[in-house]
């Protein structure tokens, strides 16, 4: 079913499939010669903690840096990831949709997208033509892996000739994003660990949802000490984690997953109050 799942990135790097998957695929000290394309640099004969370190990164702006520097990195590796997590996008999207009330142009965003691996699953997979869904991304403004995910979701819209419309909404190191309309259904996984503030990233969501509005979200727990290197998972971010799940508590109802209790890390579905 999924046979040509790297089609794109294929055909996006000008690599076969085989070395695409060993570019993607993680191990320990690892240091792959990345391909550039249109929209990066290649990068070579460095781990992705070489990249971090290449700079300081001790401001917002020299951490988005980072997403900048390490080029094809992660493009590479989210699309071997989520190769094998295809056919849990595609049931976890279908749950989601069977219990929220779609609207007229219901609004869905990934928000820190990466390579929009939940909307590529969309508009490849299912079909969103009856609901008139808006689609948005967001992730920061100019990085390699949202370079390639709006060119592949738009590639996906084409190609399946869906009625849809893609909205670009980066983050900046001075902006987070405004979105046209009212959001219904936020997804944010494997993200929250890689913001500065979770915080104001949480708020900044929920100001721009709709009423009963959905988040789906995640923020994987890494222990920091005082001297770390925080290295691309923050410990700024780590610090706000319990105030950004008191925030959550307050304005949202779990409705899925963990209690806070039962996981730190758990995928939690919570709908605005």
Known sequence: MYKDYFKDICEYYNVDEETAIKLGTRSTGRKPSLPGSATCESVSGMTYEDIWSIRDRD???????????????????????????????????SSIFNSVEMRENFHICEYGCGIAPFLNTLVTFLDPRSSKIRLSITDVENCEHFNFAKWRLRKKIEENNLPLELNLKPVTPASLPAYDDLLDLVLIFEVMEHVPSPLNTIKNIHSQLNNNGIVVENFIKHEHSDDDDDGPDLASAAKERDVYYSFLSDNFELIGGPTLTESQDGTRIWRKK
């Open 59 to 93: 401001d917002t702006e020299s951490i988005f840096q980072f997403y900048r520097d390490q080029g094809a990195w992660s493009t590479f590796r989210q699309c071997v990831r989520h190769k094998d997590m295809t056919e849990f996008h595609i049931n976890f999207l």
